[in-house]
């Protein structure tokens, strides 16, 4: 059985609230009645309560000061104040005072009973709530996977992405575990259907905006509507990150998001410089093979050229700009103060596209580093961390400047990140792509339940040197490893965040239009 509720009430017409008090203890709160402020003070000092009701006009010490004398003593003791001021003053006051709640006279027991359930059973209450709401999604979500087309799938996994949030909220829901399964069922749902209709969508059958539209979609309509554009890459970045990012962003931009489905492989080499050419990757090597270097395994140079390819795309799409756009890569701070110092400058270009690095050095940086991984050991950790990180960054400093000019940012991603949880076995020569979501080479062999394998890279827009040359993509959350030491780097990659492959965090990506509000 519950303990009983204590409660505090100061009112120096105490006498007059006998009915009230009744009305409470019969519904399990033990009540307890001062007549002055110095009462109530003294009292929360040598006793223990559950709450305070507090008048606003004593003599004596009044409601505001005694408030402040609770508070002091102990700040997280929940105060409801009644009072027949409606004046505003008062009431902002009172919230600058740490105020839980108040009620305006005449009050009747309901009312009081109303505000204490408020207060000391609000979390009991929205956990309850929470739950419910869960369950529906979760049936709802489920009923949905079999027939879901493609704007089906951006809808279940923006809800998951948004109950990651919630749970974080709500630790102590015990709904976790089944939270992890549906998110491993429909992760495993959406690989067959990415897979099965991939193809299409890069011959052009109808489908979500992928990697090449982006500019097409979102950048070129702006600039030729006359708006200065800033568009923004933010590598790495998966869908429930942006969620943790977007409410700080509120305050100053109007926000209108969309979204976009990033292609295959499931890496900045393919999927960012597919963005800024407006191009496939088997596009890209053919027209511009001076720029592509898919056997370069750094995957920095990888990225060399992402501002000539943008400014090839500008050029064959005929957008025309007063001045020149400008490209720059973030890798750290001093690059991104430089930029920040820089924003006002910016103006009078039409179009300036940055690309800030941290998740990605982040997420490769947790795999090798255990300091990283104790900060981050989990997918909740790594939304703090990168909340935390926005919140103290350049961009956000960039933003919040650009939030007082008149011009319009475009913020996206490249691909997400998996975390990966179970290895499966991979066997081909040694001149094989080193990626642990993807692999390209020759004679490429693995268990096809766990993968996607691509006979003809032609079929997926990728470059295709060779006749015998084959891609394959882990689906799920599956990590590749050579059966040559197997379990040691079973157990090395086992829980790393990776990227390259078939799921849904890597896949559907946010694409957001912010619009300044001053």
Not at 224 to 249: P, Q, S
Not at 383 to 393: A, G, Q, T, Y
Request: glycine share 4%; with cysteine.
């Amino acid at each position: 059985m519950d303990r009983r509720k204590r409660i505090l009430w100061a009112d120096d017409e105490v006498r007059l609230l006998k009915p009230h008090v009744m009305f409470l203890e019969e519904r399990g709160y033990d009540v307890v009645t001062v007549t002055s402020g110095d009462e109530a003070v003294r009292l929360v000092g040598e006793e223990s309560f559950d709450a305070v009701l507090l008048d606003e006009m004593m003599p004596g010490r009044d409601g505001l000061s005694t408030l402040e004398g609770i508070k002091e003593l102990d700040g997280n003791m929940p105060v409801i104040m009644i009072t027949k001021s409606e004046e505003e003053d008062l009431v902002d006051t009172a919230i600058r005072k740490r105020i839980n709640d108040y009620l305006l006279k005449p009050v009747n027991p309901v009312q009081i009973l109303s505000a204490l359930r408020r207060v000391l059973e609000k979390d009991r209450i929205e956990q309850n709530q929470v739950t419910q709401d869960y369950l529906a999604d979760y049936n709802r979500i489920r009923a949905t996977a079999p027939t879901a087309d493609w704007n089906d799938w951006t809808g279940i996994f923006k809800s998951l992405c948004k109950w990651d949030l919630e749970l974080d909220r709500f630790r102590d829901l015990g709904l976790k575990q089944t939270h992890e399964d549906i998110r491993r069922e429909m992760n495993a749902e959406f690989g067959r259907y990415y897979s099965k209709n991939y193809q299409d969508w890069v011959h052009g059958s109808p489908g979500p905006l992928l990697s090449p539209g982006i500019f097409k979609e979102r950048v070129f309509p702006a600039i030729e509507n006359g708006e200065k554009v800033y568009f923004i890459v933010i590598d790495c970045m998966r869908l429930d990150h942006w969620f943790a990012l977007e409410t700080l962003l509120e305050p100053y931009f109007q926000m209108k998001t969309d979204f976009h489905y990033s292609i295959l492989p499931t890496a900045t080499p393919y999927s960012r410089n597919a963005i800024f050419a407006g191009l496939y990757p088997d596009e890209i090597a053919g027209r511009y093979s001076e720029w592509w270097s898919e056997l370069d395994n750094d995957e920095r140079s990888k990225n060399r050229f992402e501002r000539q390819l943008m400014e090839e795309q500008i050029r064959r799409s005929k957008v025309h700009l007063a001045h020149p756009p400008k490209y720059r890569k973030i890798f750290n701070i001093e690059e991104g103060d430089q930029i920040k110092r820089q924003v006002s400058s910016l103006y009078s270009i039409p179009l300036v596209a940055l690309v800030f690095n941290f998740v990605d050095i982040f997420a490769h940086g947790r795999s090798e580093s255990e300091i990283l991984l104790e900060l981050a050991p989990d997918e909740s950790a790594f939304r703090s961390v990168m909340e935390s990180w926005f919140k103290h960054s350049a961009l956000f400093e960039i933003l919040r400047a650009i939030s007082t000019q008149k011009a319009k940012v475009v913020i996206t991603t490249d691909h997400g990140s998996v975390l990966c949880k179970k290895a499966t076995t991979v066997y081909g020569n040694r001149e094989a792509s080193t990626n642990l979501r993807y692999k390209f080479g020759s004679n490429l062999n693995c268990d096809e339940k766990q993968v996607v394998k691509v006979k003809d890279p032609k079929d997926y827009r990728l470059p295709s040197e060779s006749l015998n040359k084959n891609y394959i993509f882990a689906r799920e959350n599956y990590y590749f490893v050579y059966p040559t030491k197997f379990h040691e780097y079973e157990r090395q990659y086992r829980n790393t965040f990776q990227h390259g492959g078939i799921s849904m965090d890597e896949v559907i990506l946010p694409l957001v239009t912010l619009t300044p509000k001053r």
